[in-house]
Each structure stands twice: as structure tokens, then as C-alpha cells.
């Protein structure tokens, strides 16, 4: 079964639009983490989150944590050519912290 | 800094042949991971060095697969008599301790023909 389930899969936006990418957690989770990947290139770390309610954000990329620790969305904020890749989500679990699942991964192309 | 370095960045085997792929991690990380990542399947975990500890070696496919880490650094996974399902980009990852960003290196493409 799959422990973190990302939605979309995909994604298309016009550049500048806003959007959202979801990652639920069937049960409570220690660490959220969110990654993204150009296509043939490994993945870049983008940030962590770790307390309920917390909410953390790198230039136009906003993530939150929900207060039970089991949802987590990546909001982008007036999309750019260079968002476009995949973004995985994370997480790893307080039975077997440092050992991350991830999600299948959402696919994001903005169009210019 | 210099982050997770991985070599080689392509490999190419035949059907039954031993393979060696090698991770260097961030200065000063001391946990490591592997993970592979297929063609529609996404990432999958291998195997974590925490430190001193015993591995966790829970997601090993098969015993044809074995990893070590020297002297707390560098670590090798070995793929024994390789298959063609084994074909995938292999990622190493490293994390000063459990808690903590994991930065991935760039990966070694694997292809068994």
C-alpha cells in the first residue's frame, strides 16, 4: 500500500498562475520533506518540516505542515519556466525515523 | 560545500555481471541512504547507515544486493549477478543525523543488457 499519496499526478499551469501540490500521510509522520527533480537529474532538496502547523518558504515556494502531521502542501506563488520538473514528497515515520517513503511524485509544466 | 558525490554517473553491464556503484557523502553526514528509482515506479528505499549502527537493511530486494560503508564515509552497493530489473538510477543520500535535510547526489544510471 502507499503510504504517501501526492496529488495531482500533474500538473499544467500558465506562467504566473498559482498552484498547489498535495502529499497525505496515512498515519502520523516524524519529518515531511519536499524535493524537486529535473528530468535525468538527481534530486534537489528544497525543504523540511517537521512540527505540526509549521510552515516554511524559499523564494516563491511556500510549504506547510498540518497540525496532525499527516498532510503537507506545496504551494508556488506566480509560476516561472524554471518551477517546471517533479516534486516529490517525503516522510518518514516515528517507528523508523531517517528512513523516507516518498510519494509517487507530481509533474509540473508551466507554460510560457 | 561539496555535495553527495556519485560515480559512475552511467554504467552499462550485461545480464549476470557483478556491478559496484560508489557514494561519497557530504563531509561530516553521518547517515547515508540508497534508494533506486525505476521507470514508473518511483523511489524505493534500499538501505540506511546511521552512524555506527547496524544498517537498515529492510529494502533489499534480494540477497544478490549488499552495501557497505568504510570508515563512516564512503559507501559501495554491490549488485551481484545482475538483472535486467535491475536496471534503474541508483541514488545515494546523506544527512548530518537522523532529523535533517537528506541531499541526494546526482545518481548512477544503471542498464543491464
Known amino acids: 500500500s502507499q503510504e504517501l499519496e501526492q496529488s495531482p499526478q500533474s500538473l499544467i499551469v500558465q506562467e504566473g498562475k498559482n498552484l498547489t501540490i498535495n502529499c497525505t500521510s496515512s498515519?502520523?509522520?516524524?519529518?515531511l520533506y519536499w524535493y524537486k527533480q529535473k528530468y535525468g537529474e538527481g534530486l534537489i532538496f528544497l525543504m523540511m518540516?517537521?512540527?505540526?502547523?509549521e510552515e516554511k518558504s524559499h523564494e516563491k515556494i511556500t510549504a506547510k505542515l498540518d497540525e496532525k502531521k499527516q498532510q503537507s502542501s506545496l504551494h508556488i506563488t506566480a509560476s516561472q519556466p524554471s518551477h517546471a520538473g517533479i516534486y516529490l514528497c517525503g516522510a518518514d515515520f516515528p517507528s523508523n525515523t531517517g528512513k523516507l517513503i516518498f510519494g509517487q511524485g507530481t509533474t509540473l509544466q508551466v507554460k510560457p | 560545500g561539496a555535495g553527495v558525490s556519485q560515480s559512475p554517473s552511467n554504467k552499462v553491464t550485461e545480464k549476470g555481471k557483478d556491478v559496484e556503484l560508489r557514494c561519497d557523502p557530504i563531509s561530516g553526514h553521518t547517515a547515508l541512504y540508497w534508494y533506486r528509482q525505476s521507470l514508473g515506479q518511483g523511489l524505493e528505499f534500499l538501505i540506511y547507515?546511521?552512524?555506527?549502527?547496524?544498517?537498515?537493511k529492510s529494502g533489499l530486494p534480494s540477497d544478490r544486493f549488499s552495501a557497505e560503508r568504510t570508515g563512516g564515509s564512503v559507501s559501495t552497493l554491490t549488485i551481484q549477478r545482475t538483472q535486467q530489473e535491475d536496471s534503474a538510477v541508483y541514488l545515494c543520500a546523506s544527512s548530518l543525523g537522523v532529523v535533517g535535510g537528506k541531499y541526494f547526489g546526482p545518481g548512477t544510471r544503471l542498464t543491464v543488457t
Open positions: 498515519k502520523t509522520l516524524y519529518g
Open positions: 518540516l517537521q512540527k505540526g502547523g
Open positions: 547507515f546511521q552512524g555506527n549502527s547496524a544498517p537498515d
